[in-house]
């Protein structure tokens, strides 16, 4: 899978659109870019995921450059409750059987009030 | 929450004792996976599962075995649990679409 870099930590003010970068400069024709969260004291959240085209959920936006090497995730109105570590994955889908994800460091995401 | 629960949700155990920790989901997906996660290193993977009796090793499974003799409860042993394995555990699975659930995770502490 490709490698991953964000930033360790970002604020946010409530109310506003939280974007939150990641680089995948490696990334393979058939990579995916996956997004999870995790809330304080919470197992991880899957939150969105996508190949090339920008894609959109009831959770948030995912905006990827059109060469894939980049993507920028969009909470559109942030609030106290958007408060984690926000995690960037890039792999390829498979249903091989050596399939596995791995996690990064993550950026967190604070909201402030 | 994809129907992943996970116990216990918290446990104290000694140093030397053996622990199992289970997970159990209601939704017939093929792939189960075992994490730890601890300040400053994230997520880690410890052992997944591709079917029943399909298990194989993460980037951290030493000291650790698994089982799953049922496609609905993925089991982590530590057969003699270390103070180094105290660390909060999260199961997860992966849907055919590519994305993981987890569950809420076992506080484990090893005195």
């Known amino acids: 899978d490709a490698k991953t870099t964000q930033p360790p930590s970002m604020d946010c003010a409530e109310g506003r659109a939280a974007n939150l970068p990641c680089n995948h400069s490696?990334?393979?024709?058939?990579?995916?870019v996956y997004w999870y969260r995790q809330i304080h004291s919470q197992g991880p959240q899957y939150i969105i995921h996508?190949?090339?085209n920008n894609e959109t959920n009831e959770m948030a936006s995912l905006i990827i450059t059109e060469d894939r090497k980049s993507s920028t995730l969009i909470l559109p109105h942030a609030t106290l409750r958007d408060t984690a570590v926000y995690y960037c994955?890039?792999?390829?889908?498979?249903?091989?059987?050596?399939?596995?994800?791995?996690f990064g460091k993550g950026t967190r995401l604070h909201i402030l009030p | 929450d994809a129907g992943i629960t996970q116990s216990p949700r918290h446990k104290v155990t000694e140093t030397g004792t053996p622990v199992t920790l289970r997970c159990h989901q209601t939704?017939?997906?093929?792939?189960m996976y075992w994490y730890r996660q601890d300040p400053g290193h994230g997520l880690r993977l410890i052992h997944y599962?591709?079917?029943?009796?399909?298990?194989d090793k993460g980037e951290v499974s030493d000291g650790y075995s698994v089982s799953r003799s049922k496609t609905e409860d993925f089991l982590l042993t530590l057969e003699s649990a270390t103070s180094s394995q105290t660390s909060v555990y999260f199961c997860?699975?992966?849907?055919?679409?590519?994305?993981?659930?987890f569950g809420p995770g076992t506080r484990l502490t090893v005195t």
């Open positions: 997860a699975i992966r849907t055919t679409g590519g994305e993981q659930y």
């Open positions: 490696t990334i393979s024709g058939n990579e995916y």
């Open positions: 996508g190949l090339k």
């Open positions: 994955i890039v792999r390829a889908y498979s249903m091989n059987r050596d399939d596995k994800i791995i």
């Open positions: 939704e017939n997906h093929r792939y």
């Open positions: 599962s591709y079917g029943v009796k399909d298990t």
